[in-house]
């Protein structure tokens, strides 16, 4: 079955560090991928998003992912994190289904930015 | 604009009964999906629904289904209620099928199943 996995299930960083966030897929086909977040008390909201071109993807303050198809890997960075990016961050792909399509989501990483 | 709303936003069940959740997209947006978040299985896509019709289908059993109404408004029902139900139920609503519009996430419902 096609699956999403992420990694690092909780993650610590000082103000200023730079943040790496891993994300496997396991689905062979063409790919569909995105990076929601969900700020603590707030809705979910995608981040970003890839589905063709340049493998490098830009997305809202100052996040960015990175398409690696040989690795089929989605990994999403930032170069210096601040307070406010303290969140849940969650991977996804469109996988076909019985039923059509589904968006199969990874299980989360939690981030913590400390001052 | 205002965003996706969700009613109600907390629910409390037993075993055995059924229960409805309502969805109101945004306004202009034709699709609904659905989606259940548990901390045990995350988050898991329930189905979409485009122009009245559902178009894509997760791996759910019949027990969960859903419509969509004219205005876009969505409902989803879940009958015969399991302890393993409870979660948080969340809907997305965008402007177009499938989900490569962005997808704009209601609050959710919260469902516990005593």
């Known amino acids: 079955a096609q699956s999403v996995s992420q990694h690092n299930h909780h993650v610590i960083l000082s103000e200023a560090a730079s943040l790496e966030l891993g994300c496997n897929y396991s689905?062979?086909?063409?790919?569909?991928l995105f990076w929601y977040v969900q700020y603590p008390g707030q809705h979910l909201q995608l981040l970003l998003k890839?589905?063709?071109?340049?493998?490098l993807v830009k997305g809202i303050k100052g996040f960015e992912a990175e398409f690696i198809k040989s690795k089929f890997s989605f990994n999403l960075r930032k170069p210096s994190v601040q307070w406010s990016d303290t969140a849940e961050y969650f991977c996804a792909v469109i996988t076909p289904t019985g039923g059509g399509n589904k968006l199969t989501f990874g299980t989360g990483t939690q981030l913590k930015v400390e001052l | 604009k205002a965003g996706v709303t969700q009613t109600p936003r907390y629910l409390i069940k037993t075993r055995g009964q059924q229960v409805t959740l309502s969805c109101s997209p945004i306004?202009?947006?034709?699709?609904v999906s659905w989606y259940q978040q548990t901390p045990g299985q995350g988050l898991q896509f329930l189905f979409e629904?485009?122009?009245?019709?559902?178009?894509n289908k997760g791996n759910f059993p019949g027990r969960f289904s859903g419509r969509q109404f004219s205005n876009s408004r969505s409902e989803m029902n879940v009958s015969t209620l399991e302890l393993g139900d409870s979660a948080l139920y969340l809907c997305?609503?965008?402007?177009?099928?499938?989900?490569?519009?962005?997808?704009?996430f209601g609050p959710g419902t919260r469902l516990t199943v005593l």
């Open positions: 306004s202009g947006h034709r699709s």
């Open positions: 689905y062979g086909g063409t790919v569909n």
């Open positions: 890839y589905f063709s071109g340049d493998p």
């Open positions: 997305a609503s965008s402007s177009g099928q499938g989900f490569t519009d962005t997808q704009y």
């Open positions: 629904y485009f122009s009245e019709t559902q178009r």
